[in-house]
Each structure stands twice: as structure tokens, then as C-alpha cells.
Nanobody, 123 residues
Framework: QVQLVESGGGLVQAGGSLRLSCAAS????????MGWFRQAPGKEREFVAR????????DYADSVKGRFTISRDNAKNTVYLQMNSLKPEDTAVYFC????????????????WGQGTQVTVSS
């Protein structure tokens, strides 16, 4: 079992940047494929980005492609989401999630979730 804790959220102006971190404990992070998801008020949770266990494969939602970058440092048991050129529509609670084997874009496939970190982008 793995525990996940997100950090790095906050308030930023449109066009700004934030880097989210997801720290894992309990088991080595390299055992898990990872994903980032987000949920805005009144909306369903949506996929943002995913990364394979060793970091060789990544995938992004069309809405963030070219602006966000997912990465991981298995030695530090941490996954990152670098967010650039932020837009007000990126405002949401961001969650990291873990699952064994292959990452997917479906939140229901993930076994472990963090508590989330709030990102607010002002216009």
C-alpha cells in the first residue's frame, strides 16, 4: 500500500506557473504508474496527465498539452506536475493517483489517491 500527499498548489495569476509535487510513502514509487487528475467546482473529475513506472511514457489531456509536464524522481519517491501558462480554467483541486502496472487516463483504474491540492488561477 502507498500513501500519497500532494503539495505546491496556490493562487497564481493567469500566465503564471506552479509545480505540484506528490510524495509517496509506504512503498517504493517505482512500483506504480502515476496519474494527475483535477476536479473543478461543480464538474466531474478529469484526467490531466499520466506517467509510466519508470518515466519513459507520458500522456496528457488535450487541454493541458504543451503547457503541463509530468515527471517523476523514483529515488525521491516523488511525482511532479509542472504547470506553465496557467489559465483560469485550470482552477481546480489537483489529485495524484497510483496504480500498479500500466498508467491509464481513467480515474477509476487507480487504487490510491492523495487528498488533493487547490490550484486557483486568477484572470
Amino acid at each position: 500500500q502507498v500513501q500519497l500527499v500532494e503539495s505546491g498548489g496556490g493562487l497564481v495569476q493567469a500566465g503564471g506557473s506552479l509545480r505540484l509535487s506528490c510524495a509517496a510513502s509506504g512503498r517504493t514509487l517505482s512500483s506504480y504508474a502515476m496519474g494527475w487528475f483535477r476536479q473543478a467546482p461543480g464538474k466531474e473529475r478529469e484526467f490531466v496527465a499520466r506517467i509510466s513506472r519508470l518515466g519513459a511514457g507520458t500522456d496528457y489531456a488535450d487541454s493541458v498539452k504543451g503547457r503541463f509536464t509530468i515527471s517523476r524522481d523514483n529515488a525521491k519517491n516523488t511525482v511532479y506536475l509542472q504547470m506553465n501558462s496557467l489559465k483560469p480554467e485550470d482552477t481546480a483541486v489537483y489529485f495524484c493517483a497510483a496504480r500498479g502496472l500500466v498508467s491509464t487516463a481513467r480515474g477509476g483504474d487507480y487504487d490510491y489517491w492523495g487528498q488533493g491540492t487547490q490550484v486557483t488561477v486568477s484572470s
